[in-house]
């Protein structure tokens, strides 16, 4: 594991214990600071750096690597060229500057989905935590130009939603006021950079989520299908602490458990020997039993959603075995897919058994590298292989470099799902210890600013190193409608493009379609050996020799 509690030279701590990400384990939305995220949301790019500049010298502590994980990947650098400089730029000194690297992707078949920042968010459905900091997540995704997606379920848990279980899928939902606001919320800022994003799961496939959308946004919206997420290998879950909810859950055709109509379950309830329930989802596909029979059903969920209207369609798979990661990309290629979400273990989500998530599944690193691997079986045929995104414990700029060029060319972005959702808790805390009136509306935790904020600032401007940046955007008069939390996920968007622009430099890649696996080299042999990237001893040790002896 790279990372410990602290890190001095940041100056950052985590509150609990830290996962791979560097993210705590237990991310808490009232959370007082300061592990390297949650500082990076106020003072950006700053954290790119060691503090107390002109006291101190700084010393790597990462150089003696154990294991095979994203940390035990290093990233080359070169002494020498430059590649891949936009229009008008050329290999100057003066051009090739980190500040010139281009960071503007795509990804998509037939239609071409543009992105700023090779991001996205992970799925954010129906727990509190999508719902709560929801304005932050979509604002904050929308201005930084990257897609955002809505997860499962949102339609389901909505109670103000008006669902006829009597009709067909078309029609069947006659209001679905949580997922139009999600939506929304997104479009109000987006200005052809990045896109929303509609999953589906079971449930939402029987309610006519798809439907609804198709009919009320057109193809304004990607949608989505599931498959599965690398926290859990069963379905989502959300828990709910009243026993009224849990019986609407129940009669929308949820699993809860325990069962709220059971009198034994309600006297408990009543008695407060029960205090929760929790909701899950159903699994995919139980009802075949064969590959062949997998395909076919994909293959004519993916021309229905078209013939709905649906110009991009995307799979999100989770960290099942190789049969499984082979038939996700298969399939997406056969069927000409826009994106195909790969989520490794390692990542997280609202709500899992803890026991499944520190257990189930492949390691992202692992997963990847067999997704590559696969990839180019099918390149060789002369397919044109889905555009991929790579998901499962990512938090920082070195984690989007790597991640990147361990799938190239396939991987286009990297989804970030527990990373970006701390600004939107940090910013909503902050504006409502600033402004008590609003805490309630944006959810805010705190009642005042605590030592670890005060040290930035005070006021809006004088915390987030990003607040002129997207007022420049939106304009001072629009100031008044973006959360903090925007501003928030906006400051941290852009410490982590600036960190990646400086990794690519160091490369002497200009742009990102010119970053390969040839950027990166494993660590450790046991490294070397799981995913095919050459020891850092062996990348061009010939070439080096060639010079010894010329």
């Not at 997860?151 to 103000?160: A, I, Q």
């Not at 055709?253 to 020997?273: L, M, N, W």
């Not at 605590?450 to 401007?461: R, S």
Request: proline residues 3%.
């Amino acid at each position: 594991m790279r990372f410990s509690k602290s890190n001095d030279v940041l100056g950052t701590m985590n509150r609990g214990d830290a996962a791979e990400s560097s993210l705590c384990t237990l991310c808490r939305a009232d959370c007082k600071g300061k592990c390297e995220t949650w500082l990076s949301s106020m003072v950006g790019r700053k954290l790119l750096y060691p503090r107390s500049f002109g006291l101190v010298t700084a010393g790597a502590n990462n150089t003696t690597h154990v294991g095979v994980s994203y940390n035990s990947l290093r990233i080359q650098g070169y002494a020498y060229g430059a590649q891949g400089m936009t229009d008008g730029l050329t290999n100057s000194q003066d051009d090739c500057i980190f500040p010139n690297v281009s960071l503007e992707t795509e990804f998509g078949k037939k239609v071409k989905t543009k992105i700023r920042m090779p991001l996205m968010t992970g799925a954010l459905g129906s727990t509190f935590i999508a719902e709560k900091y929801w304005d932050s997540f979509a604002i904050g995704g929308a201005l930084v130009g990257i897609p955002v997606v809505i997860g499962e379920n949102v339609v389901g848990v909505d109670r103000k939603s008006e669902i006829n279980p009597g009709l067909e899928k078309k029609g069947k939902i006659k209001s679905a006021p949580e997922l139009d606001r999600r939506i929304e919320t997104y479009m109000r800022y987006h200005d052809g950079y990045g896109a929303i994003i509609v999953q589906l799961n079971v449930e939402d496939t029987r309610n006519g989520v798809a439907e609804y959308v198709a009919d009320k946004y057109g193809d304004k919206c990607i949608i989505e299908l599931k498959w599965g997420q690398g926290a859990k290998n069963i379905g989502g879950e959300i828990q709910v602490r009243s026993i009224e909810y849990a019986m609407f859950l129940k009669e929308r055709g949820y699993v809860v458990d325990p069962d709220p109509t059971i009198p034994e379950v309600q006297k408990g309830f009543e008695q407060g020997a029960i205090k929760s329930f929790a909701r899950h989802s159903r699994l995919g596909a139980t009802q075949l039993n064969s590959v062949d029979k997998v395909r076919e059903d994909f293959m004519s969920s993916v021309e229905y959603l078209r013939r709905l209207g649906f110009n991009r369609v995307t799979l999100k798979t989770g960290s099942y075995g190789m049969e499984e990661l082979a038939m996700a990309i298969k399939f997406s290629t056969d069927a000409e897919l826009d994106l195909l979400t790969i989520d490794g273990s390692g990542g997280g989500t609202g709500m899992s058994p803890w026991n499944m998530m520190q257990s189930w599944g492949v390691p992202s690193i692992i997963l990847h590298s067999k997704a590559h691997e696969y990839a180019n079986m099918l390149a060789a045929k002369g397919r044109q292989v889905v555009d991929m995104s790579f998901a499962g414990g990512f938090a920082l700029e070195d984690h989007i470099f790597k991640a990147l060029a361990l799938g190239a060319p396939y991987t286009k972005l990297v989804c970030m799902g527990r990373g970006i959702m701390i600004p939107g808790f940090l910013g909503a805390n902050i504006e409502g210890a600033i402004y008590p009136e609003r805490r309630e509306h944006v959810n805010g935790n705190w009642n005042e600013l605590p030592k670890t904020v005060l040290e930035q600032g005070k006021t809006a401007d004088e915390i987030f190193a990003g607040y002129h940046d997207v007022e420049k955007m939106v304009g001072k008069d629009e100031m008044k409608n973006i959360p903090y939390g925007a501003i928030g996920f906006y400051t941290l968007a852009d410490k982590l493009a600036c960190g990646v622009q400086q990794l690519m430099a160091g490369c002497r890649k200009f742009s990102l379609n010119q970053v390969t696996r040839n950027d990166i080299f494993s660590g450790n042999r046991e490294t070397a050996r799981e995913t095919g990237i050459p020891h850092v001893s062996d990348v061009n040790d010939e070439s080096a020799r060639k010079i010894l002896n010329s």
